[in-house]
């Protein structure tokens, strides 16, 4: 079963629905029979599902991610320049949140992307939280209707590390399903914006807990999931795995009774997924049975890894591995230094003359033109 198996309406049937019960909508219907003809309608009257449609909306069918009735192979961006309130941002991430804006969002368009994530604070849109901001979730609110009125699908990621305002990292928890009794409810009528729940869930924090991992990763991501599906939210809704979003092979099941269900992973460097063979156990093979997106990746010096000297084959051998498995990927991030581009200019980094003993910021971003040049 799929979405459209469900009379669900997007925010176009939504207004029309909304319309046509209204006996004075009616008459006035009713003068466009000449043009629309008496079937369509009754259709209409009788509050059948018309076949209108935001651009980008996403669903779910089986193992794929659709999007404009097409199956989808995402090409993304990711965007930090809402990732906390404007009191708890610093450094290169207040940049990144000082140069948000249309013209930001326009440029993302030139690199061939369909799709922008932004990570958001957890704290910030967490009402018992002490760094919650109302100016704040409508900042959220505000960016992802540019995007989206842009052409973007919007992916929304509830981040809680350092960057978010408060180093809550660890696991979804209260904090998490409080953030989306926030959020959810603002962008339930546009299935152009997906909910991934938790941004990088990492058990080993608390090593009491270990034991059971993937069953608190189950019990709280069920409860977020009813929760979110309570409040009458139809949207696409993407699963972390656990190992910082590295491993998806294990993860139990979720209940959803739309099917909208994906699963996100973030293929960063490390020694478990750095083959095919690994890249296979932790993610590949489970994307053989569920919708999979990575939906962030960096390869670049600066932030993540310091200096590996097969980092520029790690970087290939990944992108090439999501490319034939049909994984979407989002590059982080377009408004970070030094990850997509050089600093804060608009020069892609590349891997060229790669040495770990040069300042160079060397990076993925040659890499992902030519990823979406390439990619359907």
């Known amino acids: 079963m799929t979405l459209t198996d469900h009379a669900i309406p997007s925010r176009a049937t939504a207004s029309i629905t909304a319309a046509i019960s209204d006996p004075i909508a009616i008459f006035a219907y009713s003068h466009l029979c000449n043009r629309i003809g008496i079937a369509l309608l009754m259709m209409l009257i009788f509050g059948f599902r018309v ?23 995402a090409k993304g961006i990711d965007l930090v320049g809402r990732t906390a309130p404007a009191a708890v941002t610093h450094g290169d991430y207040m940049q990144a949140r000082q140069r948000f804006g249309q013209a930001e969002i326009e440029n993302i368009k030139t690199l061939g992307a369909d799709v922008v994530r932004f990570q958001v604070s ?13 100016q704040y979730v409508r900042e959220i609110e505000d960016a992802v209707e540019i995007a989206r009125t842009a052409g973007f699908s919007v992916i929304v990621c509830v981040d809680s590390q350092r960057p978010s305002g408060l180093d809550e990292a ?53 409860f977020i999931v009813n929760q979110i599906r309570a409040m009458g939210s139809v949207n696409v809704i993407l699963l972390d795995g656990l ?29 478990s997924i ?19 997106m990575a939906s962030e990746w960096d390869a670049s010096v600066a932030e993540h890894y310091g200096c590996q000297l097969n980092l520029p084959k790690y970087a290939h051998e990944t992108v090439s591995y999501l490319d034939r498995k049909r994984i979407g990927v989002i590059f982080w991030a377009f408004d970070y230094p030094n990850t997509i581009f050089e600093g804060f200019s608009e020069k892609l980094t590349t891997y060229d003359g790669y040495a770990c003993k040069t300042a160079n910021p060397f990076g993925p971003g040659a890499l992902l033109l030519e990823h979406f040049k390439h990619t359907p």
Do not use: C
């Open 122 to 134: 957890q704290g910030g849109t967490d009402p018992r939280s002490p760094i919650y901001s109302s």
């Open 274 to 292: 750095a083959t095919d063979s690994g890249r296979d156990s932790t993610f590949g093979n489970f994307s053989g049975h569920h919708a999979v």
């Open 51 to 73: 076949a209108l449609a935001d651009p980008g909306e996403v669903s779910i069918s089986d193992t794929h991610f659709i999007r404009d009735g097409q199956i989808w192979t």
């Open 170 to 222: 660890g696991m979804p928890s209260e904090e998490t399903a409080r953030s989306w009794a926030t959020l959810a409810p603002i962008f339930l009528r546009d299935r152009g914006v997906l909910y991934e729940i938790f941004n990088e869930p990492n058990s080993s924090r608390d090593r009491s807990k270990d034991e059971h991992p993937w069953e608190r990763w189950r019990v709280m991501m069920q």
């Open 243 to 271: 190992n910082w979003g590295r491993q998806l092979d294990g993860a139990p099941d979720i209940k959803d009774e739309y099917h909208q269900i994906g699963y996100a992973v973030h293929p960063y460097y490390d020694a």
